[in-house]
C-alpha cells in the first residue's frame, strides 16, 4: 500500500477522531444537565442517568460503526484497480505493462489486509508539536575540495540545488501538511529551510514520483504563477501537473532518459538532468497506483554530480548498482533514511538508515545527505529514530560518520567541498 493510502487513511481517522470528541462531549454536558434538571429522588436521577447513558452509548456504537463502514465499503470501491491508464499511453517496457509501470525486480506495494493490520494493531510513537535536532545527533560533513553545486536543504526531500546561475527545485513542499486535504494528514514540525518568498528565481522544478509529501500542487503552482519554471518529472505525471497546476512547460522522462536546462549564465554551459530507475510506487488517489511512473534523478554541472533520490526501497540494491556503473564519480547524494517502521510493511517501498548505507556504498558517492525525516509523521519511527539508527549503521560499516549526515531545514552543502554553511 502506498503513501497515498497512509494519508488518506490518516486523514479519515482524524475525522472519526474528531467526531468522538464531540460526542464525548455532548455525553458530558448531557449528563450535567439531566443531574441538574430531574427534579425526582436521587435514586430516580441515577436511574435516568443509567438510561441516558446506554443510550448515548448505543448511538454512539452504531455511529461509529457506520462511519467505519462507510469508509471500508468506499476505500474497497476505491481500491478495486481502473482498467486503464489515468495519465499514460505508451509503449509497453521492462517497467511498464500497458497499464501500470512495476519495478522490474518484482516489489510490488502491499494489501490493503496488511495496511489495515499496520493501521489496527501497532501503534506510531508520539511526535512532538515542533522539533529542531539535537547538536550530538548531526555530525558535521568533512573534506575539502572544490566544487560548483551548492545544495540546500529545505525540509522533508525538498532541496534546492544551484549550480551554473540555474536555481533547481526538487520535491518542493511548502504546504502545512503532506495530505490530499488543508484540515487533516500528517503536520509539519518545523518550517522550511528557506521561506518560500525568499527563493531565488527558479529555472527548474524536479518531481520524482506524485505522493503528496513530494508533489505539492500549491506549491508548483505559486512557482508557476511566480517563475515560470520548466517541470521535469517521470512518465505520466506531465498529465497531473497539467491538470492540477494549468498549462505549464513540463517535460516527461522515461528512466535512463535525460535533457538539459541551459540556464548557465556564465559559463554557458548547460546542465543536464537524467531520470534514473528506482523501486518504488505512486498514486495521487486510490484508483491510479501505479499510473504514472517514479524515478531518482541525477543533476550534473561538468565534473559535478548529485544524485538526489526522493524516495526509494533498496530491494535487491539494483538500483543504486546501475546508477554508479552510469553515472560514476557521484560527489552528493541525497538519499532518503525516514518512513520506515514497521519493517514488515514499509521495506518494499522505504529504506531504513541501514539500507541508505549500504546504497550510499553501492551508488559510490563521496558524500550524501539523510533526508526524508524529521519533518512530516508518515510512519511509526520516533521523530530522532533515522539520524541515531543512521550513526550505528556506519558505525557497523567502518564509515566515518561526517561522510554520511543527517540534513536539515537550511543546512547549506557545497558538492564538492561537501562543507556545511549557516549550520
Avoid at 505525471?237 to 498549462?247: H, K, M, Q, S
Avoid at 518504488?280 to 533520490?309: E, P, Q
Amino acid at each position: 500500500m502506498d503513501e497515498c493510502c497512509v494519508q488518506l487513511w490518516r486523514v479519515f481517522w482524524q475525522i472519526r477522531t474528531g467526531v468522538v470528541k464531540i460526542l464525548t462531549l455532548r455525553h458530558c454536558i448531557g449528563r450535567v444537565q439531566l443531574f441538574l434538571a430531574h427534579g425526582g429522588s436521587m435514586d430516580d436521577r441515577k436511574q435516568a442517568l443509567l438510561t441516558e447513558r446506554r443510550a448515548r452509548r448505543f448511538s454512539r456504537r452504531w455511529l461509529l460503526r457506520g462511519l467505519g463502514l462507510v469508509g471500508l465499503g468506499s476505500g474497497a470501491f476505491a481500491l478495486t484497480p481502473a482498467r486503464s491508464n489515468s495519465y499514460y499511453d505508451g509503449p509497453v517496457s521492462d517497467h511498464f505493462d500497458g497499464v501500470r509501470f512495476f519495478n522490474p525486480g518484482g516489489n510490488n506495494p502491499e494489501g490493503f489486509g496488511r495496511f489495515l493490520k499496520w493501521q489496527l494493531t501497532s501503534r506510531a510513537e508520539a511526535w512532538p508539536a515542533t522539533f529542531a535536532p539535537q547538536a550530538d545527533m548531526m555530525p558535521k560533513l568533512s573534506a575539502e575540495i572544490q566544487g560548483n553545486v551548492q545544495v540546500t536543504a529545505i525540509g522533508h526531500a525538498s532541496f534546492l540545488c544551484q549550480t551554473g546561475g540555474c536555481n533547481i527545485l526538487i520535491d518542493p513542499v511548502y504546504a502545512e501538511r503532506a495530505s490530499p486535504v488543508r484540515f487533516a494528514g500528517p503536520k509539519r514540525v518545523n518550517a522550511p529551510g528557506i521561506a518560500f518568498e525568499a527563493l531565488p528565481q527558479i529555472h527548474a522544478v524536479i518531481v520524482t514520483h506524485n505522493h503528496y509529501d513530494h508533489m505539492d500542487v500549491g506549491t508548483l503552482k505559486r512557482l508557476w504563477q511566480r517563475d515560470n519554471p520548466r517541470f521535469i518529472t517521470p512518465l505520466g505525471n506531465d498529465t497531473i501537473l497539467r491538470d492540477e497546476v494549468g498549462a505549464i512547460e513540463v517535460v516527461a522522462l522515461d528512466w535512463d532518459q535525460g535533457m538539459t536546462v541551459a540556464y548557465a549564465a556564465n559559463s554557458g554551459a548547460a546542465i543536464e538532468i537524467i531520470a534514473v530507475p528506482t523501486q518504488h510506487w505512486s498514486a495521487r488517489g486510490t484508483r491510479d497506483r501505479m499510473h504514472a511512473l517514479w524515478a531518482s534523478f541525477i543533476v550534473k554541472n561538468g565534473s559535478t554530480t548529485v544524485y538526489a533520490v526522493g524516495d526509494s526501497g533498496f530491494g535487491d540494491g539494483r538500483t543504486f548498482q546501475h546508477v554508479r556503473t552510469r553515472h560514476p564519480k557521484i560527489q552528493l547524494a541525497l538519499l532518503p533514511i525516514g518512513a520506515y517502521e514497521p519493517r514488515w510493511f514499509m521495506s518494499t517501498q522505504h529504506m531504513n538508515p541501514a539500507e541508505a548505507v549500504a546504497a550510499f556504498q553501492l551508488c559510490g558517492a563521496e558524500r550524501a545527505l539523510g533526508h526524508h525525516w524529521g519533518t512530516f509523521q508518515l510512519t511509526n519511527e520516533a521523530i530522532d529514530a533515522p539520524p541515531k539508527a543512521l550513526a550505528l549503521a556506519l558505525q557497523a560499516s567502518g564509515i566515518a560518520v561526517d561522510r554520511f549526515v543527517p540534513s536539515w531545514p537550511g543546512v547549506k552543502v557545497q558538492a564538492g567541498i561537501m562543507r556545511i554553511k549557516d549550520w
